[in-house]
């Protein structure tokens, strides 16, 4: 059983910086795909970035790439999700989500298919 928390979620104005973290339990963290995930009100969830197990490969959503950035430390069961140039459309609820064992690193609509365990969300909210 893996458990997953997030934290680091807020308020802050369009253009800052806000840095979220997914503090997973169980030993299976380090062999999992690990993804943040997001849903605004009114809105489908969409995935935003993912990691693999090493953290070599990574893929993020057209609407983020080049302002949010993911890494892990596996020595800590952490992801992070730096995420730099907010927008106001940015503003949602954001999950990291421990993908089933052997899921590759995806992001697509069909990516919450491959979710094993999913965090409780935290909030990110961005005022123009």
């Known amino acids: 059983q893996v458990q997953v928390v997030e934290s680091g979620g807020g308020s802050v104005q369009a253009g800052g910086s806000l840095r979220l973290s997914c503090a997973a339990s169980?030993?299976?963290?380090?062999?999992?795909?690990v993804t943040w995930f997001r849903q605004a009100p009114g809105k489908q969830r969409e995935g935003v970035s993912c990691?693999?197990?090493?953290?070599?490969?990574?893929d993020s959503a057209e609407s983020v790439k080049g302002r949010f950035t993911i890494s892990r430390d596996n020595a800590k069961n952490t992801v992070y999700l730096q995420m730099n140039s907010l927008k106001s459309e940015d503003t949602a609820m954001y999950y990291c989500?421990?993908?089933?064992?052997?899921?590759?690193?995806?992001?697509?609509?069909?990516?919450?298919?491959?979710?094993?365990?999913w965090g409780q969300g935290t909030q990110v909210t961005v005022a123009s």
């Open positions: 989500a421990v993908y089933k064992y052997g899921e590759p690193c995806r992001v697509g609509p069909d990516a919450g298919e491959s979710v094993g365990y």
């Open positions: 169980g030993p299976p963290f380090i062999t999992r795909t």
């Open positions: 990691i693999s197990p090493g953290g070599a490969i990574m």
